[in-house]
């Protein structure tokens, strides 16, 4: 094993060009490390072997807690259950010079306080182009048309008629850590990696309702539309919709949230976030593509040889580290669970490697928990930190055999003037105090 310094370290950290110009300095990485201070305060107790924090609560055993003394709430105090109040930081945030206003705008799901792979409903990001409509389910309508044979229009009670399925599967817009490929480098994981959810999905498989209107022979292409005011409409090819295209809905055992597209929405499980329509109205069944704004003048990837590329509907593998990251600062050397979520558009996770050195030396992570095709899968890594800085990175393999790309890989076919489809292994900087920052290695 090759060996590094901590100051060869800094050489690492490659200063990247910000295009920043249009981006506030707030968000702009931290160039300068941080003194090499070591932790104050922080009594510790070894049981079991693992180091844990010495406790100074009053409440602590043997001394009885006033709520242990009392009554508790009785039943219904909330009729929809909502989070512990201490859990009010876990919400979703935008970042407010990203776009211009909250109507077409996005918000982030906080992946830093998430455990397992499941996405809480109420903080699954937003991404919406004209608001968020409100639908009253039994004025909703599906319409079914183009290339068929009996074309349909159904309401929501039709819809549930079919069979039903379920599946978990993650849901990423194609821009998530496009401001990072910029070159703006955000403070938070939440706003690195959050345009990133995963739900239980539950509906009826496209290819159910087109077995319902017959399909005509030389059919190859799907326009999918929503009802809200950007009719945001995307073209699917019609092998997507045979395979796993679910019109979703249900989601995390409930009615689609109103953010996620209620009463219906389409999901292309593992393709970008954006080919899955919410508040899906039409599917016109069509022999070629449709080319929507959706995927010419956006959604399309801008090579370096001038062309755009097109139709680059699946999420390639990508990972990141959540324990530590900048929400999740380290409190002090000795144990922890190093942990963070890896996924891949093309199917399972294989296996993830961790790097603490930036890249130069690799360990295999454990894959904890459920391991579903095109679904967040958890990674962990038991670590006992000794203190010193560090370059903490995640590497992730999917079934395929395709392994995560370095940035200059990446960019070596890519280039940068690319938003979309930014999935480059990630670094965070871990400090002696245990802060952690977010730097770039090529
Ligand atoms: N009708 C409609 N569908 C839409 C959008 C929209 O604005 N309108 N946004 C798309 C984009 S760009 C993404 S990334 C996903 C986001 O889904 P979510 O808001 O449920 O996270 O929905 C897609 N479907
Ligand atoms: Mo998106």
Known sequence: MRQKKVEELDKLVSSIATAGDKLPTVERRQFLSQGLSMLGGAAAMVAGGTALAATTSKYAPPNVPPWTK???QGV?????????????????????????????????????????????????????????????????????????????????DDLMKFPSTSMIRFLECPANGGMEWRGAQMTKLQFTHGMLSCCEWTGVLLSTILAEV?????ASWILAEGADGALMSRSIPMEKALDDALIVYAQNGEALRR??????RLINPGWEGNTCIKWLRRLEIGDSPYYQREETS??????????????????????????????????????????????????????VD??????????????????????????????????????????????????????TQLRAVRGSSSIYHKNAIHTWRLHADGSVTNVQIS
């Open 70 to 72: 009392t009554l508790g």
């Open 76 to 156: 219904i105090a909330d009729p929809y259950g909502v989070p512990s109040p201490f859990e009010s930081n876990v919400v979703r945030r935008n970042v407010p010079w990203l776009t211009a206003d909250r109507i077409a705008s996005i918000s982030f799901t906080p992946l830093a306080d998430l455990k397992g792979i499941i996405t809480p409903s109420g903080l699954v990001f937003e991404r919406y182009h004209a608001g968020r409509p409100e639908i009253d389910p039994d004025e909703h309508h599906l319409m079914i048309h183009g290339m068929v044979d009996r074309p349909i229009i159904l309401t929501m």
């Open 214 to 218: 017959g399909v005509n022979k030389g």
């Open 259 to 264: 953010e996620q597209g209620y009463p219906i």
């Open 298 to 351: 956006k959604y399309t990837d801008l090579m370096p040889d001038g062309t755009a590329r097109e139709f680059t509907f699946v999420q390639e593998s990508n990972s990141v580290v959540t324990t530590p990251s900048p929400e999740n600062p380290l409190k002090g050397k000795g144990k922890y669970w190093l942990e963070g979520l890896a996924w891949s558009g093309r199917g399972k996770i294989k296996a």
């Open 354 to 407: 961790v790097s603490l050195d930036g890249g130069i030396n690799w360990r295999p992570a454990r894959l904890t928990g459920m391991i579903e095709p095109r679904a967040l899968t958890r990674f962990g890594m038991e670590w006992d930190w000794d203190g010193s800085p560090a370059l903490i990175q995640s590497r992730s393999i999917d079934e395929t055999g395709y392994v995560q790309p370095t940035y």
